[in-house]
T-cell receptor, first 114, second 112 residues
Framework: DSGVTQTPKHLITATGQRVTLRCSPRSGDLSVYWYQQSLDQGLQFLIQYYNGEERAKGNILERFSAQQFPDLHSELNLSSLELGDSALYFC?????????????FGNGTRLTVT | TQLLEQSPQFLSIQEGENLTVYCNSSSVFSSLQWYRQEPGEGPVLLVTVVTGGEVKKLKRLTFQFGDARKDSSLHITAAQTGDTGLYLCAGGRYNQGGQLIFGQGTELSVKP
């Protein structure tokens, strides 16, 4: 058990809809990361927050947004969903804010857009 | 390009055999990490290598970081069925915060 909790585990929704994925980091970790994993693209970095502030941004679509709250949990909002957004979305956390701080991944949210 | 390319993509071997997985890039990374992922779970960190030429051993697993810090390899000796999984390499750079660039992964199947 990594200590990172993601909810929900599975999500099925229709195109055009909006969903929110939630992540609780490991106790003591200040950084939260969101990654998208699909068969054709592999594991792609979306965004990182450190202690409530955005720290690094990857190729995150404008339809996607995230935030980290004062209690350090994070939410990833996906809107105007398209079929191609179907993927596994992972949250990870780490103590530090740099790349060399070991990541602890949750078990992911599987999003299916129909 | 910042891409990390892993080879092979798929590997199916018998228990007891040795294998090597490669992770290559045309760009320099500040460090390389190796993860293992099992179905239905998130990746789990195996090792981090930071110095060019560095070799780290974890029981039957040996990790190497290339001298130029552009490539890495993972060697497993006497593979066991419990080694089955998706192996991912990931690179990080000092000027990119906590972002990691992941390779596409190597799907390893070890048969009894």
């Amino acid at each position: 058990d990594s200590g990172v909790t993601q909810t929900p585990k599975h999500l099925i929704t229709a195109t055009g809809q909006r969903v929110t994925l939630r992540c609780s980091p490991r106790s003591g970790d200040l950084s939260v990361y969101w990654y998208q994993q699909s068969l054709d693209q592999g594991l792609q970095f979306l965004i990182q927050y450190y202690n409530g502030e955005e720290r690094a941004k990857g190729n995150i679509l404008e339809r996607f947004s995230a935030q980290q709250f004062p209690d350090l949990h994070s939410e990833l909002n996906l809107s105007s969903l398209e079929l191609g957004d179907s993927a596994l979305y992972f949250c990870a956390s780490s103590i530090g804010r740099a790349f060399d701080s070991p990541l602890h991944f949750g078990n992911g949210t599987r999003l299916t857009v129909t | 390009t910042q891409l990390l390319e892993q080879s092979p993509q798929f590997l199916s071997i018998q228990e007891g055999e040795n294998l090597t997985v490669y992770c290559n890039s045309s760009s320099v990374f500040s460090s390389l990490q190796w993860y293992r992922q099992e179905p239905g779970e998130g990746p789990v960190l195996l090792v981090t290598v930071v110095t060019g030429g560095e070799v780290k051993k974890l029981k039957r697993l040996t990790f190497q970081f290339g001298d130029a810090r552009k490539d890495s390899s993972l060697h497993i000796t006497a593979a066991q069925t419990g080694d089955t999984g998706l192996y991912l390499c990931a690179g990080g750079r000092y000027n990119q915060g906590g972002q990691l660039i992941f390779g596409q992964g190597t799907e390893l199947s070890v048969k009894p």
